[in-house]
């Protein structure tokens, strides 16, 4: 069994800066290739963040220049770094994720996400 679990949101005022994580564990060996999505309230879900198992990103044009996508040298964590955020950040964040089991298997996961809430 795999799980994928996302941690790091919190509130902050406007101009902070917060780091999500999404972490793969169980019988994997690693994260291939991970979407952020998030959802305010009331609103679509909206893919903010894609990294690649090449390691390409690609942004959405409300977060480019203030959300960077990295992952640790073991591929079971991704990062999503979160700067100057602002109000219209707020929501529910989470992330889907490829995954690449023991015996050359894969699996596509997700988590349960984690808020942000950014004030004014």
């Known amino acids: 069994q795999v799980y994928l679990m996302e941690s790091g949101g919190g509130e902050v005022q406007a101009g902070g800066s917060l780091r999500l994580s999404c972490a793969a564990s169980g019988k994997v060996e690693g994260i291939r290739a991970v979407d952020w999505y998030r959802q305010a309230s009331g609103r679509r879900r909206e893919l903010v963040a894609a990294?690649?198992?090449?390691?390409?990103?690609q942004y959405a044009d409300s977060v480019k220049g203030r959300f960077t996508l990295s992952r640790d040298k073991a591929k079971t964590t991704v990062y999503l770094e979160m700067n100057n955020l602002k109000p219209e950040d707020t929501a529910d964040y989470h992330c889907?994720?490829?995954?690449?089991?023991?015996?050359?298997?894969?699996?596509?996961?997700w988590g349960q996400g984690t808020r942000v809430t950014v004030s004014s």
């Open positions: 990294l690649t198992a090449d390691d390409d990103t």
């Open positions: 889907e994720a490829d995954l690449n089991l023991f015996g050359a298997t894969m699996a596509r996961a």
